[in-house]
């Protein structure tokens, strides 16, 4: 499994609140309500080790069961709104916006830029910097692989 991360200094933001810690997802595609809230870890399944999920028999449509990042483990289409930290430590409602701190007083500067990305420290790819990472796949997630 490989993965892309991207280490960007965000400009113009409006907000200062941090993203929360994410936790493990899990399959709530029966019962919303079961579903994790506010920032979500990515999905490690079917890895020789590090899985961060679980799941066994069939989905709603008689399909076996595999994590995907959509409703049937708790990602929304659209923005994640949900994932800053709060002043009160908590992380923000479902379907909420991120908090916007207005300016402490005017003043007569020109306007701010609108928000963009510059390079990470060490970066040369002239936007953001990207590492890659390579897990294990287990014995079972190779077959299937080849199978396709």
């Keep these: 499994m490989y993965h892309q991360g991207f280490k960007c200094m965000v400009t113009g933001a409006t907000s200062t609140a ?18 994790t809230k506010g920032a979500k870890q990515m999905i490690y399944w079917n890895q020789q080790d590090g899985n961060n999920i679980q799941v066994s028999g069939n ?30 430590g908590g992380t923000a409602a479902a379907g909420s916006k991120p908090p916007v701190f207005p300016p402490a007083a005017p003043n007569n500067a020109p306007p701010a830029p609108s928000p963009s990305s510059t390079p990470a420290v060490g970066s040369s790819s002239g936007q953001c910097g990207a590492g890659r990472r390579r897990r294990r796949r287990s014995s079972a997630a190779k077959k299937r692989a080849h199978m396709f």
Aim: glycine fraction near 8%; include cysteine; aromatic fraction near 8%.
């Design 18 to 35: 941090p993203v929360a810690v994410g936790k493990p997802p899990v399959w709530c595609e029966d019962d919303q309500s079961k579903c």
């Design 59 to 88: 989905d709603l449509s008689g399909h076996p069961k595999s994590p995907a990042y959509n409703s049937k483990l708790g990602f929304a289409d659209g923005a994640q709104n949900d994932i800053f930290v709060q002043s009160t």
